[in-house]
């Protein structure tokens, strides 16, 4: 079989017949409870074999090789759901931080890049090794995280704070840093499922800054993510585990010693 055969799956398709699901937003499906259907929905992802339920929701890869085109329907689909939906803030001279540089993060770092060339991006992590992966991927700035990451972001902006926070990692402490270096009319977008709380109050976030949770993507979004890699605009730090290692991989994932995103090949 040659890689022309391969397509990617939509992970979070469901009815195919609500209103949100008729737009493409499957993700959204109104007759769905919980975190979408699909491969969000039944146990079993990771096996030999897995039975969609239409073909529209395999995408072609073209020439994509599918071991390194596998992150794309998740970390990279999630990212650039979350990006796109706050463009219109991402004009020149804005800034956008993205908290977080693992598999998720560096991803939204390169989707950035590749659809806001005036945009400012700014990287936050614990990791020195993180960080010096997200200045290869696109960022401007790489900051560890703490107090003198958000004086310097404040800084970097005249003390207004930034148009998109993206907060890829999603615990209190992440939150926290998020809200102080958001700005009026800004968006502050939680995409990592760290399960942390933010306090609201009439005073933070910022007035009208806007608090989001998106949850992975719609369908056409997934086509325009797959024409980004096979353009070359974004591409996954990737290591490769045979099914019968998964365990090793998820180990691995759990201590943080994954660069980027460990896929699962069962046939190599
Ligand atoms: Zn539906």
């Given at each position: ?79 650039y759901h979350?990006v796109k939906r706050s463009l ?133 979004e ?47």
């Amino acid at each position: 079989m040659t890689t022309q055969a391969f397509r990617i799956v939509y992970g979070p398709w469901d009815c195919g017949l609500c209103a949100n699901c008729g737009e493409g937003r499957e993700n959204y499906c109104e007759r769905t409870s919980g975190l979408g259907g699909g491969l969000g929905g039944h146990d079993g992802g990771m096996a030999e074999y897995l039975l969609v339920s239409a073909t529209r929701f395999l995408i072609p890869l073209d020439v994509l090789d599918p071991r390194e085109a596998a992150p794309l329907a998740d970390a990279a689909l999630t990212s650039y759901h979350a990006v796109k939906r706050s463009l219109y803030l991402l004009g020149a001279g804005s800034t956008a931080v993205v908290i977080g540089a693992g598999g998720l993060g560096q991803m939204a770092i390169q989707i950035l890049r590749a659809v806001t060339s005036a945009t400012t991006i700014v990287a936050v992590d614990t990791a020195a090794d993180k960080l010096a992966t997200a200045r290869r991927m696109g960022a401007d700035e790489a900051l560890m995280a703490g107090d003198e990451a958000v004086t310097r972001v404040r800084e970097m902006t005249g003390g207004q704070g930034v148009q998109l926070v993206l907060d890829m990692v999603g615990v209190d402490a992440t939150l926290r840093m998020a809200v102080q270096v958001a700005r009026v009319l800004g968006n502050l977008t939680i995409v990592g499922l760290g399960g942390g709380a933010l306090p609201v109050s009439s005073l933070s976030p910022p007035h009208e800054c806007s608090v989001c949770s998106p949850y992975w993507g719609y369908i056409t979004e997934l086509m325009e993510v797959v024409d980004l890699a096979r353009a070359g605009r974004i591409r996954t730090l990737v290591e490769y585990f045979p099914l019968e290692r998964a365990d090793e991989a998820y180990r691995l994932l759990h201590e943080g010693k994954i660069q980027g995103r460990a896929v699962i090949t069962p046939h190599t």
